[in-house]
């Protein structure tokens, strides 16, 4: 079993900064590949960013590629987003998920065996 909650969402004006952090419970938090996804207002929850178990590999979407940093630190059990260079579209409600098994299917699959309850970012013009 896995518990995640997410921090560091909040209000920020376009091209700022935010990292959010999701702290996980339990011992075998690196066992867990780690995704960020995102669901703004009206639309489809989806996948930001996955990284590896131990870290090694890594996955972003497009729309965030070259902006968005995702890191772990498997001895505080916390997985982090560093968000640079923000746009309005960011605007969405963040949230973690661990998923066990191999990083492909963690970057191909929607099906997360455990969820954060979000943070939401805001993202002012």
């Known amino acids: 079993q896995v518990q995640l909650a997410e921090s560091g969402g909040g209000l920020v004006q376009a091209g700022g900064s935010l990292r959010l952090s999701c702290a996980g419970s339990?011992?075998?938090?690196?066992?867990?590949?780690m995704g960020w996804f995102r669901q703004a207002p009206g639309k489809a929850r989806g996948r930001v960013a996955v990284?590896?178990?131990?870290?090694?590999?890594?996955y972003y979407s497009d729309s965030v590629k070259g902006r968005f940093t995702i890191s772990r630190d498997n001895a505080k059990n916390t997985v982090y987003l560093q968000m640079n260079s923000l746009k309005p579209e960011d605007t969405a409600v963040y949230y973690c998920?661990?998923?066990?098994?191999?990083?492909?299917?963690?970057?191909?699959?929607?099906?997360?065996?455990?969820w954060g309850q979000g943070t939401e970012v805001t993202v002012s013009s």
């Open positions: 998920a661990a998923r066990g098994g191999s990083f492909i299917y963690a970057v191909t699959r929607a099906s997360y065996e455990y």
């Open positions: 339990g011992r075998t938090f690196s066992g867990y590949n």
């Open positions: 990284i590896s178990g131990s870290g090694s590999d890594t």
